[in-house]
């Protein structure tokens, strides 16, 4: 689904990310951890095509994130960390606008829309600009315009952010039944009980460099996740 293979890339004479692999299958939700500056927001972004990368080769389905950018983009949805929405719009024109882009059928995606709007509480508040919106209320139109298309690769950078915890909750049963169905979800989060519970497997990225991935028995053995990630953090620091 999501094939990263020697990605580095690099901010003058600094490395933010060195060689990095990963592979993220279908009916996989791959949790990516590390501290902030470890270079998951620049791995996320070259992933989704915002970012040009140095070495290594990127797929998504199969298609080169270099060679084939629309085709890659046309199969995934991106949610950044802050949401940097059309705020002149109202929340149902915006979920129009995304799925005239992506060319959702109009009863497709009035009952996408209803459905999501109801799961996430935000359906009486769509015709609202989003200008009003609350940072909690704009976080849960990104993802439902994220979810809207029906994606086959859905990529996170800290989802949760801004959730109330009944929203997160809904998150959470959302993108298991994502993957459920064959998709797969790629999504960094700093709230490693989240991680733990809820992804099949995690990797674990320092200094740019891959320090640790598998599924979580694998990383974590008999420990916590958050022992994990620490005593990993303090090697060689």
Known sequence: MLKIEG?????????AVDQLSLHIQPGEIYGFIGHNGAGKTTTIKACCGILQFDQGEITVCGRSIRREPLACKQRLAYIPDNPDLYEFMSGIGYLNFIADIFKVPKEERAERIRY????????EDLAEKISAYSHGMKQKLA?????????????????FVGLDPKASHTLKNMMRDHCDRGGAIFFSTHVLEVAEKLCDKVAIIKKGRLVASGTMEEVKGQDSLEEVFLELEGENA
Do not use: N, R
């Not at 990605?7 to 490395?15: A, C, D």
């Not at 993802?143 to 989802?159: G, N, R, T, Y």
């Open 116 to 123: 999501y709007g109801e799961k996430l509480e935000l359906k």
């Open 7 to 15: 990605l580095t890339k690099t901010y003058g004479s600094k490395k």
């Open 143 to 159: 993802v439902i315009s994220a979810f809207l298309h029906e994606p086959k690769l859905i990529i996170m950078d800290e989802p």
